[in-house]
């Protein structure tokens, strides 16, 4: 059981970059979710699954994409990279019954330059 | 305004110390996570709450659901409890969660 696995762990794109950012569960959690993390804010939503083939926008979703081909996969891609999106990115899981716990991924480390 | 709010924003104690770090949040909520961030590390839960209080070693999570507030206590604290603690909510319509910006967390040989 390895919980929720992301990749890649530290990243440095430039400018106008595109890139996929994996995220992987196997606990068969129907809901699925990208954050980021920037200094001094808690996390805010990019967006979300509540299962395969349905996604929806969080707090901050523009310029990135998600699909949700599969329960256990929900790749989230920066279409292109601009210095704002600089941040540390959470894919967490969980049961969509609201009463479970989240696991989350061990975060990426984007630098855009 | 932030649905969640805790404090204190940087706490630095002294080892062996009691520690309070106390959350409140303005979302009806179906359960309350308290969580734990190292430096560069990844998030990992301490505790999910609906209700009452959870122990597990020298943690301590409380919730109140009428007044909407939460602390997480460490007992007799230790350096390696060093840490970034964030509360979270979950909203009990939609499901998602909300996160305040967290503690940051010393503890002083």
């Known amino acids: 059981n390895a919980g929720v696995t992301q990749t890649p762990k530290f990243q440095v794109l430039k400018t106008g970059q595109s890139m996929t950012l994996q995220c992987a569960q196997d606990m068969n959690h129907e809901y699925m979710s990208w954050y980021r993390q920037d200094p001094g804010m808690g996390l805010r939503l990019i967006h979300y699954?509540?299962?395969?083939?349905?996604?929806d926008q969080g707090e901050v979703p523009n310029g990135y994409n998600v699909s949700r081909s599969t329960t256990e996969d929900f790749p989230l891609r920066l279409l292109s990279a601009a210095p704002s999106q600089t941040s540390v990115y959470f894919c967490?899981?969980?049961?969509?019954?609201?009463?479970?716990?989240?696991?989350f991924g061990q975060g990426t480390r984007l630098t855009v330059v | 305004k932030n649905e969640v709010e805790q404090s204190p924003q940087n706490l630095t104690a002294q080892e062996g110390e009691f520690i309070t770090i106390n959350c409140s949040y303005s979302v009806g909520i179906s359960a309350l996570h308290w969580l734990q961030q190292h430096p560069g590390g990844g998030i990992v839960s301490l505790f999910m709450l609906s209700s009452g209080k959870k122990k597990h070693g020298r943690l301590i999570a409380t919730i109140n659901i009428q007044e909407k507030h939460s602390s997480l206590h460490i007992t007799a604290s230790h350096p390696r409890d060093s840490a970034v603690y964030i509360c979270?909510?979950?909203?009990?319509?939609?499901?998602?969660?909300?996160f305040g910006t967290g503690t940051s967390l010393t503890v002083i040989p």
């Open positions: 967490a899981s969980s049961k969509w019954d609201g009463n479970t716990e989240a696991f």
């Open positions: 979270a909510v979950r909203k009990n319509t939609g499901n998602q969660f909300y």
């Open positions: 699954s509540v299962g395969a083939g349905i996604t």
